[in-house]
């Protein structure tokens, strides 16, 4: 192996620190940017951080509205027997989701829209996007189900079990005594 002549390895020493240097000022250039970006989106915040709260203030109401519940109680204990843990999806879980979001979007966004004049979900949903992490989360939970197949899905699977679990084994009490030939008495 021949030596290494010492002008290669002083190119090479001041390439490395000319690098380093234009690493740093590039560092330098980024951070700048990022406080232009955060002093501008700071402007107006107090603006924003009351739409904010206005606006998921008047959601968590809606969505604990007792008319709320009750229309997804209802939706869920019509559609949920349609509903099997299995992998593979049916077709009509598809028909099903779809009806799920548009009864209940449909009424968050027309009781949204009698409590805040000029309220629009697209501005609704950008916010809780950009904020997601101050939005409670069962609250989430709620909207996610409605953007979300798989949640919604395990919420219709869960509460299919949960319906079979309040009237105790009921079904397969039938089906036994039904074996077993009993009559069955109303």
Do not use: W
Request: negative net charge; proline residues 4%.
């Amino acid at each position: 192996a021949r030596p290494l002549r010492p002008n290669l390895v002083k190119r090479a020493f001041n390439l490395h620190v000319g690098l380093s240097h234009f690493h740093e000022d590039l560092r330098h250039i980024h951070l700048k940017r990022l406080e232009a970006v955060v002093s501008t989106q700071s402007t107006g915040s107090n603006e924003n951080d009351e739409e904010f709260d206005t606006l998921i203030g008047h959601l968590q109401d809606v969505v604990l509205e007792d008319e709320f519940q009750d229309l997804q109680e209802q939706f869920l204990s019509q559609n949920c027997e349609e509903f099997e843990d299995e992998d593979e999806n049916k077709l009509i879980y598809t028909d099903i989701y779809n009806k799920y979001i548009d009864t209940l979007e449909g009424y968050i966004c027309k009781r949204l829209e009698e409590l805040q004049p000029g309220f629009t979900m697209s501005k609704l949903l950008t916010l809780i996007q950009a904020r997601k992490d101050e939005v409670d989360p069962e609250l989430f939970e709620t909207l996610a189900s409605l953007a979300d197949f798989g949640l919604f899905k395990e919420t219709m699977l869960n509460y299919k079990s949960e319906k079979d679990n309040e009237m105790g084994d009921f079904p397969s009490l039938v089906v036994t005594s039904l074996a077993c030939g009993l009559p069955l008495r109303p």
